[in-house]
């Protein structure tokens, strides 16, 4: 506010600008990446004798929060993933969630580690998010990464057993999961 005066007068000590110095209500857009405080400063400049007057206030400028997850990912069961490439800025506090049952080994870190449940396995990927707290008036900010989980291969080539020489053998008692491909070989010198 401002009353008895002929003209004013705002100036400031940030890098944004005012859209009109000289009117009493401008508005302050602050430079790219501009944060701290930015003093203003108005001066009123008095009618006739009377002298001028100012006054100052601070804008205290908080830089937004940010966060990345990281990139989506694939481990294979039985396996703990570590959340190296997540990263964050100008937060108060993080929180790492998950959409499944399994645990962070600190959920409150930028990289903690995450162990996936039986249930986490079973259902073949899981959601986790970083939440980033954000400081002053700024919002909160949330990311996500989806972690997939690959069933672990396993191999049963059968029972040892015995044929007669000049028979041929079918193995039918083997059993195999979680692959891609399989490949039989032997140590003897028939096909």
């Known amino acids: 506010t401002a009353s008895g005066y002929s003209s004013l007068l705002w100036t400031t000590t940030g890098s944004g600008s005012l859209d009109d110095p000289t009117i009493l ?38 830089e937004q929060a940010t966060a990345f997850a990281g990139l989506d990912a694939e481990i294979c069961e039985g396996s703990v993933y570590a959340l190296a490439d997540a990263t964050a800025s100008s937060y108060s506090g993080l929180l790492w969630t998950s959409s499944g049952s399994g645990s962070f080994n600190n959920p409150s ?18 959601i986790l998010t970083l939440t980033a707290y954000a400081n002053g008036s ?12 690959t069933e672990e291969s396993h191999a049963f080539a059968g029972v040892d057993t015995e044929i007669c020489e000049s028979n041929s053998y079918t193995i039918n008692d083997a059993t195999a999961s979680g692959y891609s491909s399989l490949l039989w070989t032997t140590t003897g010198s028939g096909s």
């Not at 930028?110 to 249930?119: D, I, K």
């Not at 700024?138 to 989980?149: E, Y």
């Open 138 to 149: 700024c919002v909160d900010v949330v990311d996500a990464m989806t972690l997939s989980i």
């Open 109 to 126: 870190i930028l990289n903690p580690e995450y162990t996936p449940s039986a249930a986490d396995i079973s259902d073949g990927s899981v």
């Open 25 to 62: 209500h401008p508005t302050y857009t602050p430079a790219t990446g501009e944060s701290g405080a930015v003093v203003f400063t108005l001066t009123v400049y008095g009618n006739g004798s009377c002298g001028d007057a100012t006054d100052q206030m601070s804008l205290t400028i908080t």
